[in-house]
């Protein structure tokens, strides 16, 4: 396509804004957590402070848990997967358009522009995909949908221009060759939903509208998919979450044996004065290394000497293993571990009202931490009382 600057920077001017979002993941693990969340905090903070819009800092897919699911863990599996991908796509389209530009060859036509008109945009939104697919919150899934339409205005006025500028010769490429997607399913569809619209600007407003409510409706299914695949229990006001797909009665036997314990019993009487005010005990193997999404467990580590690595290898030995998915398949290997950990948080609401076990997963509830409990199988190692955040401070994080 054309080579000119902005070609380049329309879609990372788009795409760019939603990285900054759907990023966060990355973000927490670098020096700049702190510059990053002074900013998005509050916003997040402050969705989840009214229960019209709470539900937009909640996940619909589950980041700290792993069910066995095979549906769950194909989605989990693709996330990186689309990303790589879909930057690859990127870079390449960018090479051609830039090459093209120094050595003044004019148009780009060959390479994946032989087949679609936007390749850059298209490997953009399949790497916006990957990232929502692997940090699923529904504010990132409304950025990324707005994101698409924001690309197809950009890819219009492109192509506008580009009209304009070659005439005749434009306008044969793009009789040929399709815009996104090879054989033109958007353009067939939009055509046959908006066909009695006059007006398609307004047409175009409509079908946003539809494929917001609708990409909303199908993330709140997956939401209660999702959640009806952890195993949970509750009993006496204690939700037992088992992140490690260990069973529902296994994660049970492991609580009613910390329960047994004389410190978690103190701790108890402490916290949890009356069942209908809810907690939630997390039980996870105790090498799970996003543990402190849940709870801040500095204090702890620095104390038995595990304190974070340090330093830029550090960080990027942490995303590699991210990128790879270690999480999960230390959840995946952790049903059959030894040593575990049961991590007690209370439910509460955005208001600061306590919530019955049956509301301690929704969308609108944050889970606060409270105190530890490690196991050596189902004797109670250790029992001790955590700070009242996870390690990014109180901003939503996922609930399984």
Known sequence: METREWKIVGPWAAFLFYLAIALEVVVMVTPFTVYFYSIYAPILNWLESN???????AFFLPHISYTGDPIITALAYLGPILFGLGLVIFFVCAYQVYSAKLLKRGVVSGGLYAWIRHPQYLGLGIAGLGLLLYWPRFIILVLYLSMLFVYY??????????????????ARYKSQ???????EPGAILFAWLTGPFKRKGWALAAVYVVVMVAGIGLAFGLRAYSKAQVPTV????????????????GAQSLLRASLENAEVKELMAKYHK?????????????????????ADLGEHEAHHGKGEEQGVLAVMKHLGEMY????????????????????????L??????????????????????????????DVALAMEVPRRHAWGSVPVPAF
Do not use: C
Request: proline share 5%; charged share 20%.
């Open 324 to 347: 790879a998915l270690k999480p999960l398949r230390q959840l995946r290997d952790g049903r059959t571990a030894a040593d575990s950990r049961i991590i007690f948080t209370e439910a």
């Open 349 to 378: 609401a955005s208001n600061g009202q306590t919530v019955l076990a049956q509301r301690a997963l929704d969308v609108d509830v944050l889970r606060y931490p409270l105190f530890i409990a490690e196991l050596k199988g189902t």
């Open 153 to 170: 205005l950009l890819a219009r006025n492109e192509e506008g221009r580009m009209e304009r500028k070659h005439g005749d010769a434009y």
């Open 234 to 249: 509750a009993e006496n006001g204690v939700v037992t979450v088992s992140l490690s797909g260990l069973s529902e009665g």
């Open 51 to 57: 229960p019209w819009t709470a539900w937009l800092t």
């Open 177 to 183: 060759i399709a815009m996104f997607v090879p054989g």
């Open 274 to 294: 009356k069942p209908e005010h809810a907690l939630v005990a997390y039980v996870v193997p105790q090498n799970y290394m996003m543990q402190h999404l849940i």
